[in-house]
Every structure is written in C-alpha cells, then in structure tokens.
T-cell receptor, first 115, second 113 residues
C-alpha cells in the first residue's frame, strides 16, 4: 500500500537551532502534502498545505517565516522550523493522498523537543 | 465553520462489551466523513470512510445527517481495539485529495480483559 515516510522521527536540539523535517511519498507521486501539528493530548491541527512547484498555503496563525515549507519534487516536502524555541516543541505529522484521490496516508510523525 | 466534535476523551469497556465512539459534525453541504485510528507507537491510519459503507475489524459507522453524527460502533470489543480514534472531515469544497482534514479531539478506547 501507499507509504508516507517521515524523517527524522525524533529531534532534540537547543533553542535557536533550525530543524528540517522531511516527508516523502515512497511509492506514489503527491502534488499536495499536508503538515499537521499535534500537542500532547490534543488533536491534529493543520499548519499548511504544501504544493509541488508553488508556494505553500498556511493556516491562519501559522507564521510562514517560522515554518518554511519546500515541495521541490513530487515525492518530497520539507518543513523547516527556523530558530526553534521551546514553544515549538510538538509532534509534527505529514500526510499525502496517492493519486490525489481517496483518503490521506500519514507519516509516522516527528517529535521535536527544543531545550 | 466546519467542526468535528468527539465528546468523550476516554472510553473504557470490558472485552466483549459493545462500543460506541461518538462523533458529531457541523458542515454546510454534503459531508464526507472518516474515522482514523492510531494504535500505540504506530502512525495514524484510516479505519473507515462513510462512502464505502464497509465494516473494518468489526467496526461500522453510519452517517446520520439529521443528527449530524457519524458514530463508530462495534458490537463486541476486543483488547486489540485499544487505541486512539479520530473522527475527521475534509475541509473545503475541492476534490478530496486536495483537501486537508479537520480532526475531532480524539477518543481513547481502552478495552480491559
């Protein structure tokens, strides 16, 4: 079945560091990928929609200069958390839809901890 | 604005007991609803979508437009059903594949032996 791979699965770093998270569709092409954020014991909240070859669409309240998204190919979207601070600590999850139709497939998520 | 409500944070039942995980939604238009499940240390995965009207792992869910509900049911719970369950609704009016999901807050199902 369709697989979405996310890397790394866990990041622990100092405040002020920039962190890049990769989301890959392993056996299908994805013109659109989605990035979600999940706080402990909370639901997933959409951060942005990543569009191959064009700018990402950010949700209200999400700083585009803070969370840089690059969808350079049909199988890879990256989320860079720039100058991360402790309040950016969270669980980040990406998803994509094989063939642009049907349900979304999710990555394993990346747990980001900023000290 | 569309919304998905899961009123129960935790549902604890004994093995063999019936299960109903509640989900209510608000959406202007014809909704398409999903149930996703997240087992311990695993990724979120699709359990059911209402348009397929199928039963997966013994779970069923019926869309009730009058009550704006999409409750998840299973007649006899198993221990392996213990997981986090999320009800979800695609955002906007575009083709499903281009739309992100609005998730409910999730319900943790604990099935005790």
């Amino acid at each position: 079945g369709a697989v979405v791979s996310q890397h790394p699965s866990r990041v622990i770093c100092k405040s002020g560091t920039s962190v890049k998270i990769e989301c890959r569709s392993l056996d299908f092409q994805a013109t659109t990928m989605f990035w979600y954020r999940q706080f402990p014991k909370k639901s997933l909240m959409l951060m942005a929609t990543s569009n191959e070859g064009s700018k990402a669409t950010y949700e209200q309240g999400v700083e585009k200069d803070k969370f840089l998204i690059n969808h350079a190919s049909l199988t890879l979207s990256t989320l860079t958390v720039t100058s991360a601070h402790p309040e950016d600590s969270s669980f980040y999850i990406c998803s994509a839809v094989p063939g642009g139709r049907g349900p979304q497939h999710f990555g394993d998520g990346t747990r980001l901890s900023i000290l | 604005a569309q919304r998905v409500t899961q009123p129960e944070k935790l549902l604890s039942v004994f093995k063999g007991a019936p299960v109903e995980l509640k989900c209510n939604y608000s959406y202007s238009g014809s909704p398409e609803l999903f149930w996703y499940v997240q087992y311990s240390r695993q990724r979120l995965q699709l359990l059911l979508r209402h348009i397929s009207r199928e039963s997966i792992k013994g779970f069923t869910a019926d869309l009730n437009k009058g009550e704006t509900s999409f409750h998840l049911k299973k007649p006899f719970a198993q221990e392996e059903d213990s997981a986090m369950y999320y009800c979800a609704l695609p955002r906007g009016a575009m083709d499903t594949g281009r739309r992100a999901l609005t998730f409910g807050s999730g319900t943790r199902l604990q099935v005790q032996p």
